[in-house]
């Protein structure tokens, strides 16, 4: 059983990698097992950055194996939907979840995510929770990265484009952002679809497949 995103979703793990096991032998190490289409929203003070809020929405195969086995009838769905997200920020919190700021060249901490909420938007389930800074930044003539990503590209996690990325209005004043596509190369690619379904994953190659977003303040 690999490590990443779709490990820390437990039972749904199981479910989703023997789905594609069955329906895709030829192409389950070549392509992530599951993609989740990412929003943000960086909240800042008039000087400090604060917060990201997470909005992920899952694809509509994975939403379906995510809910099988559990009480999804009206009177209890709601309950459902809340435990299931509580659990799966939880688990997240060992992963840093999956969401990599950088104030110039150095990693930003979190304290634990708050908020979590999970609803269905149709056959998808989305996700939303609070991630509050260790310690509020400073961004004035500051340089930030960020990524979003499983390390083991089991899954897919990006922005649609630009418009998936808002900041709150200090930071909309003072600084620019630009979001920028994954240089793969050709050989990385190769190396991705040579891989076997039953060989341990390469836990660094989901970096290489992230977007970056990057915010530049005056």
Known sequence: MYKGFLSLLQKWTLKVTILFTLLFPTIISAHPHAWVDTNTY?????????????????????????????????DNIEQTLQRLAQSVVGNMYNEHYFTYLYNDNEPVRYKEARHPQLIQDGNKLVLSFELPLS???????????????????????????????????????????????????????????????????????????????QLHCQ
Request: hydrophobic letters at 40%.
């Open 42 to 74: 960086i909240e800042a003070d008039q000087t400090h950055i604060t917060a990201l809020h997470m909005t992920w929405t899952f694809d509509a195969e994975t939403s379906t194996y995510m809910l099988q086995g559990e009480d999804i009838s009206p």
């Open 135 to 213: 310690i509020p930044i400073a961004f004035k003539d500051k340089k930030f990265k960020l990524y979003i990503y499983d390390e083991t590209y089991f899954v897919d996690m990006s922005w649609l484009d630009k418009t998936n990325i808002q900041l709150s209005e200090p930071l909309t004043e003072a600084c620019s952002g630009e979001l920028i596509a994954p240089k793969a190369s050709d050989e990385l690619r190769a190396y991705t679809l040579s891989l076997a379904s039953d060989v341990a994953p390469d836990n660094a190659i989901g970096q290489l497949f992230s977007q970056k977003y």
